[in-house]
């Protein structure tokens, strides 16, 4: 069952990264090509590239599974990685792929049915004693049933999307008055984003951590953990930084916390990556809340301190290769963290900032990876997210991981948008994150401004400020004499001085 | 020609003098500065052995907005007489009683919570706008009566686009 020919049905750092794998591995890659980014990055790392920029579909094509399906048909492709988002958590795709033996890279069309139905992944974990939060038993249908429920197990609660993930569809009611407004709220975004209203309540846990664990599994039943991560850095339920290992948990606790992941993902005979979700209260009781069957935007971190290659590993195992590595077998060595950079002004509430990439300049170190979707000139869209790179830091400890990591978004420069470069920089320069001493709340509570704010750059912007004033003045001036010579000036050629230095 | 007043946000000012001579002054203190661009297509400032990226996000005439390492900062750049001008400019100007909310990112209009004439205190959810497939609520930041309303529900909105006026109460 080797493959030969890899369609990739994304776009971005996702696709770009696994290109890069599958053509390590002697495979073929494919990508498409589409209207909205006809001259997108990715596209130069395929082997082969379809064109559909011509097509103006309602569907996104990475949504439109009988067009895919044809596709991998027409220009015989034998398998397809959906990466994240887009139909990675599509048990109606998988089962396509199937049905038209294109291997699917990824878990059993029944896991991702199974885990994606936030109710029987539920009851799942109840038969397997994994501790859960207390709430509905399967959707609740209107706001006046979900105020029932809620009284039942006491405010606050959170609703959520019977088909969510990632944030969407999903508020906390503090008390009875607010249950109306905020069911509409989140059944509409949910209906947006998924496509189905649905929605269930679960008592709020104030100020979690958010750990995930990441799960390897093969299609013989060998199932193992490769350690945590720690997701608690976010703002409205969207991950800003992540880190693994999590500075919360003892070596008992990771091996209770992983050995109950295993076993959910071992109910549903899972194979292929994946991620166990938990939530860690204050008093170290954990509860699962979900299971994602799919690579995550954050598995870089984890592949920094196991040295695994993930996507490989999908693809080995979607070839029907075994595990060899025994849980005994996986090392963690030393500390990463991934840092989110995104077109946000997070000055302005972390609006988009969209627009061209004027300039970009990375770090360079063996210890830092970078993995991007955009280079220079490549447009920030509103079609999509407002990613613009990921920024990967690995130390021997947390301690030289953080200063490596500051010194590193010191070295990483963006022209033309606005990002959370600086915000980045002001999370490392709390006291409490770098002794590890935060939860999910760390933003609301710890942050007043959600960037680096320094006296000394304000001054100097000011200075900068005047000193293109006055440029423009004295140009103005001296443009009349230089028109009649019949050349021009640039303001920076009138500063020759200024290299003295 | 040599002297100017650099106003920033709220009262902050900075006053810099012969800034494109060697060793600017800058609110009092000379500054052993280097201002270079780089073949990269960066521009940096060199003070006390740093570096700092810095840039023009925005300028329209003397209105600047400056980005240094990451961070933006407004500016408007006066002469001492222009400055003159606006301290007297400022005191004259009777104090607005419309408050406009404008949309703090482009997004699209799902829900408008209010109707013309309705009362509203601060705090209050005026509309709700869809951006980046998250629904986020706008404030009112005042008590007041909704005077105008500008937009309609599934409408298309850029940033700072006026979605309504309040008449503070």
């Known amino acids: 069952m080797k493959i030969k020919n890899l369609l990739v049905a994304n776009r971005g750092e996702i696709a770009v990264r696994i290109m890069r794998t599958a053509s390590a591995m002697g495979i073929v890659t494919w990508a498409v090509k589409t209207s909205r980014e006809p001259g997108a990055w990715y596209l130069s790392h395929a082997d082969k590239v379809i064109d559909l920029s011509e097509d103006f579909e309602d569907i996104p094509i990475f949504l439109d599974v009988e067009k895919l399906i044809e596709i991998m048909r027409k220009n015989k492709i034998d398998a397809v990685h959906p990466g994240y988002g887009f139909l990675a958590e599509s048990p109606f795709f998988a089962e396509r792929c199937e049905q038209n033996h ?231 060595n030393g500390w990463a963290f991934e840092f989110r950079i995104n077109a946000e002004d997070v000055q302005a509430g972390f609006s988009p900032s969209l627009g061209i990439i004027e300039k970009i300049s990375y770090p360079r170190s063996k210890n830092i990876r970078i993995d991007t979707g955009v280079k220079q000139g490549s447009v920030i869209t509103p079609y999509y997210d407002s990613m613009i790179a990921k920024l990967i830091v690995h130390g021997e400890n947390r301690e030289k991981a953080i200063v490596l990591s500051s010194n590193a978004l010191k070295k990483l420069w963006i022209k033309g948008l606005k990002t959370t470069i600086p915000f980045c920089r002001s999370v490392l320069a709390n006291k409490n994150f770098r002794n590890g001493k935060f939860d999910t709340s760390f933003l609301q509570k710890e942050m007043k401004i959600y960037y680096h704010e320094d006296p000394e750059e304000e001054m100097l912007a000011a200075f900068f400020a005047a000193y293109d004033y006055a440029l423009n003045l004295k140009s103005e001036d001296e443009m009349q004499v230089n028109f009649e010579k019949g050349k021009a000036i640039t303001p920076w050629l009138l500063n020759k001085r200024l290299r003295s230095l | 020609m040599d002297k100017f007043i650099v106003c920033g946000s709220g009262k902050k000012k900075f006053e810099v003098i012969q800034p494109l001579l060697e060793k600017p002054k800058v609110k009092g203190k000379k500054l052993d500065l280097c201002i270079v661009q780089e073949p990269d297509g960066f521009n940096y400032i060199i003070w006390k052995r740093k570096k700092y990226q810095v840039d023009i996000l925005e300028k329209n005439q003397n209105k600047y ?79 007041g009566r909704i005077k105008k309303i500008n937009i309609k529900t599934n409408d298309s909105v850029m940033k700072d686009d006026v979605i309504l006026e309040i008449e503070r109460g």
Not at chain 1, 145 to 160: N, Q, W
Not at chain 1, 274 to 286: A, H, I, K, Q, S
Not at chain 2, 75 to 89: A, G
């Open chain 2, 65 to 143: 907005t400056i980005m240094i390492n990451g961070v933006w900062y407004s500016f408007t750049v006066e002469t001492p007489i222009s400055y003159k001008r606006r301290k007297y400019l400022a005191k004259t100007a009777s104090s607005s009683k419309i408050e406009r909310v404008s949309a703090p990112m482009p997004g699209k209009i799902i829900d408008i919570m209010v109707e013309e004439n309705s009362e509203i205190r601060q705090g209050d959810p005026v509309v709700i706008l869809e951006a980046m497939k998250m629904q986020n609520e706008i404030l009112s930041h005042v008590n």
């Open chain 1, 102 to 332: 294109i291997i699917f890279i990824g878990p059993s069309p029944d896991s991702i049915y199974k885990m994606g139905n936030k109710t029987i992944a539920k009851q799942l974990a109840r038969k397997h004693n994994v501790p859960l939060l207390q709430g509905s038993i399967g959707n609740v249908m209107t706001h006046s049933e979900a105020r029932e429920v809620a009284g039942m197990i006491g405010y606050p609660v959170i609703l959520k999307a019977a088909a969510g993930g990632g944030g969407r569809g999903m508020r906390v009611v503090e008390k009875e008055g607010e249950m109306e407004k905020m069911f509409r709220m989140a059944g509409s975004e949910a209906e947006k984003a998924f496509n189905d209203p649905s929605l269930f309540i679960e008592k709020y846990v104030r100020n979690p951590r958010h750990i995930e664990f990441q799960i390897l599994g093969d299609k013989k039943g060998n199932i193992i953990h490769l350690g945590e991560r720690e997701c608690s850095i976010q703002r409205k339920h969207q991950k800003l930084i992540e880190e693994s290992p999590s500075p919360a948990l003892t070596e008992s606790m990771r091996v209770k916390m992983g050995e109950a992941a295993v076993n959910i993902a071992r109910s549903v005979d899972y194979y292929s990556a994946g991620t166990v979700e938990f939530l860690l209260d204050d008093r170290n009781n954990f509860y699962f809340m979900e299971m994602n069957t799919r690579i995550q935007v954050e598995h870089p971190v984890t592949e920094m301190v196991t040295g695994l290659d993930l996507i490989e590993w999908q693809i080995r195992i979607a070839m029907g290769e075994e595990l060899i590595l025994k849980q005994e077998d996986v090392n963690f």
